[in-house]
């Protein structure tokens, strides 16, 4: 008899590795950068809308993610620091 797969296997076996995935994508990262920061200027407000919330989104980490001690009532500091390296 032969092996049957399941369902969620078959599934499975077309999907490239994660790490080969990013292998794959990360040489167009910086491209896709410059272009999220150039749509900030984009005459339509939408656009620009959309390039802030992704940038924001990945800039900023999740409040939910960060571990916060309920009793210490100090202020939540983020520094935003810019990049000089590629001017």
């Given amino acids: 008899m032969y092996n049957k797969r399941s ?3 078959s599934k499975i ?9 990013y292998a794959r994508v990360s040489k167009y990262a910086p491209k896709a ?30 409040l939910k993610a960060l571990e916060i001690d309920e009793r210490d009532t100090s202020p939540i500091e983020i520094r935003i620091v810019e990049d000089r390296s590629n001017k």
Avoid: M, W, Y
């Avoid at 076996?13 to 995935?21: A, M, W, Y």
């Avoid at 950068?33 to 999740?62: C, H, Q, T, Y």
């Fill in 7 to 9: 369902k969620a296997e």
């Fill in 13 to 21: 076996q077309g999907v490239p590795k994660r790490t080969n995935l």
């Fill in 33 to 62: 950068i410059r272009r999220v920061v150039n749509l900030l200027d984009s005459k339509n407000e939408s656009v620009a809308l959309g390039a802030v919330k992704v940038i924001l989104d990945k800039a900023i980490p999740d």
